[in-house]
């Protein structure tokens, strides 16, 4: 500027631009639409940061990597000397040692309740099949070109929309993509209500979708609900320990939650605390897109690919419900399977409202919760096995 | 294009999920099961003649 310092006009790319509009998107969709606002506004502040030239909070390599900090020590005179940003070290200490994700893990067990889940054992099997989706995802991935084994992988995993396990699972195995990624994960999660009732309503007959269940789950002791977490974490440990940081974190927020009397503890956790971590967890997120990396053919392909694997996640659970429905004395509303895709509790509320259309007496929220929550445990459970098989 | 690999993460991973989802969902049925169970029923108290 008049020779006295320079501006950042002049190393504007026209990839800049596209994502400033991008980030605009995010941030109008969150305020206007109320779309995810937690995560999209800060996301889209974090891709504008990032995308503005010379402005240092985000430093990448000129592979395309997040500078690295290399030692705590070195920290404040690498920050001083231009060679990483705030957002580098965000980025290295809160989501590259998986530390923001699983925290906020553990604030969404201490806000989840189980009792339906307990109450309905069988929930977790949809919960299971619902994963359908994450697998089928990986194949077509995998098989494209587009994507090594790992990358795959983490593009399935959005099926499984989950949060905490998507960040968890492509921080370790494709970080690279960890933006992409998880704002596709987000956003869709969000979308549910568009994404699954046309899928709902392909796979399963008018009759199906009016099937009435009992308006009350079964009473679900005190006891039960304490034992609930610390026996799910034990077996789940055992049997897939690459998922005890994830099933740990949630059984432990859970614990908190049930224990009665750890009320402030879990206030806490599933409070600001949270809330801390989720705005911390977007900004940097949006500070994982410069133009560079977001404005790829694969990002267009994670953006296709992510209503493939909601769709068959929705349909895998929907089968399973018809299939148990061959064997059980007292048939059970097939869409309460569709909700074994997590995205807590936007796919349960889905189910209801399209219940109630079907059949005015029906009320299937809580029917459907069950699924909801064990599709969260089989999430945590997919992100282990597949860190079992590919680290 | 490594197909082995693609049978042992998409139909073993896949095939994995179910059991051990299967397995919790038995846990989860047991421990009810045995909570249920073992809660004394609450007695009841013979009405007092006054």
């Known amino acids: ?391 | 294009m490594d197909w082995s690999l693609i049978a042992k993460v998409a139909g073993g991973g896949f095939g994995v999920t179910i059991l051990v989802l299967v397995i919790l969902s038995l846990v989860a049925w047991i421990v009810g099961m045995i909570v249920q169970k073992t809660r004394k029923p609450a007695k009841e108290t013979p009405a007092k003649d006054k």
């Open chain 1, 1 to 391: 500027m008049f020779g006295l310092y320079e501006t950042a006009f002049g190393s504007l790319t026209w990839g800049n631009v596209i994502m400033f509009l991008i980030a605009g998107l995010l941030i109008y969709l969150g305020i206007a639409r109320k779309m995810e606002p937690v995560l999209l506004i800060p996301i889209g502040f974090g891709i504008l940061m990032v995308n503005l030239p010379i402005g240092g909070l985000m430093v990448y390599s000129a592979e395309g990597f997040p500078a690295e900090v290399s030692s705590l020590g070195g920290l404040i005179q690498a920050i001083g000397r231009g060679e990483i940003g705030l957002l580098n070290v965000l980025y290295t200490y809160g989501i590259e040692s998986e530390v923001i994700p699983l925290l906020i893990f553990l604030g969404v067990g201490a806000m989840t309740d189980f009792r339906p889940s307990i109450a309905r054992p069988i929930s977790f099997l949809f919960g299971a099949t619902a994963q359908l989706g994450v697998f089928i995802v990986f194949i077509i991935a995998y098989t494209s070109g587009l994507f090594t084994v790992n990358e795959a992988a983490c593009v399935g995993i959005i099926g499984g929309s989950d949060g905490p396990p998507t960040v968890f699972l492509t921080a370790a195995l494709a970080p690279r993509l960890l933006g992409p990624i998880t704002l596709v994960a987000y956003s869709y999660m969000a979308l549910v209500p568009i994404l699954q009732p046309p899928v709902i309503k392909a796979l399963t007959t008018r009759k199906q979708r009016a099937i009435v269940m009992k308006p009350q789950l079964r009473d679900v002791s005190k006891l039960e609900e304490i034992l609930f977490p610390i026996v799910i974490f034990l077996v789940a440990a055992l049997l897939v320990p690459k998922s005890v940081p994830l099933i740990g974190m949630f059984m432990f927020g859970n614990l908190l939650r049930v224990s009665g009397v750890t009320d402030r503890l879990a206030q806490a956790a599933g409070g600001v605390f949270i809330d801390v971590l989720t705005f911390l967890l977007g900004i940097t997120v949006g500070a994982l897109m410069p133009a560079s990396v977001f404005l790829t053919t694969q990002t267009l392909a994670i953006i296709g690919l992510a209503i493939v694997a909601f769709a068959f996640g929705t349909a895998g659970g929907l089968w399973a419900a018809q299939l148990a429905n061959l064997f059980l004395k007292e048939k059970i509303n097939p869409m309460i399977g569709a909700a074994g895709v997590s995205a807590v509790p936007m796919s349960a509320r889905v189910v209801q409202k399209m219940g109630q259309e079907a059949n005015p007496r029906n009320f299937l929220l809580m029917h459907a919760m069950g699924p909801n929550m064990a599709g969260a445990v089989a999430t945590s459970v997919v992100a282990g096995i597949l860190l079992g098989m590919l680290m």
